[in-house]
């Protein structure tokens, strides 16, 4: 039905990975639909669209590729500890 996901996940606490998909200067509510939710950080002076927010970092990895498929080549994996982003190197 177009309705994001909802993934359980607590954004506030805990660890969990997301898909960063694109950093935008200019961010515009209407991008994209998608069954995954879409989570948009604010930063630097940009709008990072993420999207779902999983617990379990192979299913982050799973929706990583689909991403990548689809063209965001850029697309990577963000780490987050009690909702701040933290250093982390998912293929090493």
């Known amino acids: ?9 607590d954004l506030g606490s805990g660890t969990y990975y997301q898909v960063q998909l694109i950093a935008l200067q200019q961010y515009h509510p209407s991008f994209g639909e998608t069954e995954t939710a879409f989570y948009v950080d604010k930063e ?17 990895k799973a929706l990583y590729e689909k991403v990548r498929k689809a063209g965001f080549n850029d697309a990577f ?3 987050k500890e009690n909702g701040k982003r933290v ?6």
């Open 1 to 9: 039905d177009g309705t994001p996901a909802y993934t359980g996940v």
């Open 44 to 60: 630097d002076g940009f709008s990072k669209m993420l999207m779902g927010a999983f617990q379990n970092e192979n299913q982050a």
């Open 77 to 79: 994996i963000v780490k």
């Open 87 to 92: 250093e982390y190197s998912p293929f090493d």
